[in-house]
């Protein structure tokens, strides 16, 4: 077992305005076996589906504790980074994809 980062705060909140705190990252290694930051983030809080913004500021601090405790290396930590980023880009619409609401539905007929 490592030691954890100095800035490690059990109860600090890795999230604004969210109640999931660091100790939480470490109780579901050792007791939910999640193993990446993709999975802490996606299942085990759920954040990267309530608030991608959030989701993506969490992600560094993740990585540097789950990083520090499993004993990463730099290009895991950045892997595990990168791939956390891809999952939430991926819950992102695309840019200027979509129309908004009221230009589709212009038009229709009226029942």
Same mark, same amino acid.
């Given at each position: 077992?490592?030691?954890?980062?100095? #800035?490690?705060?059990?109860? $600090?909140? =890795? %999230?604004?305005?969210?109640?999931?705190?660091? %100790? #939480? =990252? @470490?109780?579901?290694? #050792?007791?939910?076996?999640?193993?990446s930051?993709?999975?802490?983030?996606? $299942?085990?809080?759920r &954040?990267?589906? &309530?608030?991608?913004?959030?989701? $993506?500021?969490?992600?560094? @601090?993740v990585?540097? =504790?789950?990083?520090?405790?499993?004993?990463?290396?730099?290009? #895991? $930590?950045?892997?595990? =980074?990168?791939?956390?980023?891809?999952? @939430?880009?991926s819950?992102m619409?695309?840019?200027?994809?979509?129309?908004?609401?009221?230009?589709m539905?212009?038009?229709?007929?009226?029942?």
């Open positions: 077992v490592r030691k954890l980062p100095k #800035e490690f705060d059990p109860y $600090r909140r =890795i %999230a604004k305005d969210f109640p999931y705190i660091q %100790a #939480e =990252i @470490l109780y579901s290694m #050792e007791h939910e076996y999640s193993c930051v993709t999975d802490f983030l996606a $299942r085990r809080t &954040l990267a589906f &309530l608030h991608e913004k959030e989701a $993506r500021k969490a992600v560094p @601090l990585a540097h =504790i789950m990083g520090d405790r499993l004993a990463w290396s730099t290009a #895991e $930590r950045d892997r595990h =980074i990168a791939d956390a980023y891809v999952l @939430l880009d819950m619409p695309p840019p200027s994809s979509t129309k908004p609401l009221a230009s539905t212009s038009g229709a007929a009226e029942l």
